[in-house]
């Protein structure tokens, strides 16, 4: 992760317009954003389209960031609510077009995440228990398990206090827990 | 859940390897202990080993981006298009604005309620007075009814001139005969015309035909005398009348504006 000073002068560049100063960015943060995305998204080139999404937008709001805040978490915060919304619209096409295509021609095959059928494969039952959790619970879940960021950063990243992330992590991980006992054969 | 009074933040983050220092060793020291709690933590530790297998597919997909090439391509992409320039306001926002409405069927029927109620306020509270079709049930032009008021006024006169020219005649008849009309009803229609004449004297001098009222007030001179006769009047009194009404050449000059009043109309 690249120092303050180093983040702060970089950014005061991509406000002038360089180029090699944004590429710079990109470069070191490319692949946090990517996994936050692919975590909410679950698609390679939805996660892409979201990567360049968020940083478009920290190209237009870079003058936004106050110094002594956690850059990541400010990023990854922008990256989070994109791949939100890109998913809600995802979402809502999908509907229009299942509902808009006749049975037949809707593809059978495709992972439904929001189904509670038994699914022998732990890892669609793990995957659909997670898109369960309500979201603050979800979000603290990707970043720290996914992202595998510190909960200082996930706290920046959400705009909650530390005690509050772990909080959600913790509901979140006996949620699952709940949920998951049947298809991991756990005795209650 | 146990009834064990650890800190149940620290549950996940202990599984997790993130709970440092007196904390984990507090925790580790617990779960040697306390069998439900171990139990439990065996539970959480199975449900977290689960996302390896949502991180393997996170880490595949990871791998299969080029990301040396990314950040030029979105320099690239990014600063092509903040060197766009602003669009500036176009000419077909209207277009743009109906196309919107269009595409929202409830916002376009608000707008037209809007625009129909505006419509219907104007019309009800543009103009104050009478207006066609409110009110009385007709309507008018001051200059028709100035009109038909003169129209009005020239019959009545008319109307007040034949009946006077008969009366007189009567009193010709009575004059030279000695019959015609009994004087009690020569005297009756006098006063009527008498008091029609009160009637017209503000037509004839609001539409100013001097004319008309000239005749018309030595008619109402002669009236006034005739409405006074009984039946002892002499004969004489009615002479003198008769005599009057030749001097001035009354009937002929009430002939005259007769003729005049019946062209006009």
Redesign the interface.
Known sequence: MAEPAEIASLLKRIQD?D?EA??TV??LY??KV??MA??VLRN?ED??DA??ET??RL??KAGLYKPGNSFQGWLLQMAKNISIDSYRKHQMKRREWETSKPLEEIPVAVEDRTSDSTASD??SA??RS?EKLANRQKMVFVM???NEL??NEISEAMRISV?TA??L??K???N??KW??PD?G?QR | MNKCALNRDDWAAFLSGNLEGGRRTTMAEHLEKCPACRAEADEMRRVLEKTEAVKAEIRKAVASVNWEALPASIADRVLADASKPVKAPRAGWFRAWAFSLRMKPALAGLTAGLVVGAAAMYFALRAPGPRPGLGTGYYASGEFLDRAELAMARRNTLDYLEKSQYVLLDVFESAGEGGGTPAPFRSEQARDLLSKKKYLNAQLERFQMAKAKAICDQIEMLFLELAQISDELPAAELGRIRGFVEERQLLLKINLVKKELQSEI
Do not use: D
């Open positions: 317009g180029r944004f590429m990109i470069r490319q692949q990517f996994v692919y975590s390679r996660a892409l990567v360049q940083f478009l190209y237009q732990l890892r793990f995957a997670v720290r398990h996914y510190q909960f005690g772990k909080s992590h913790f979140a991980v006996q699952l827990r998951l006992t991991l756990m």
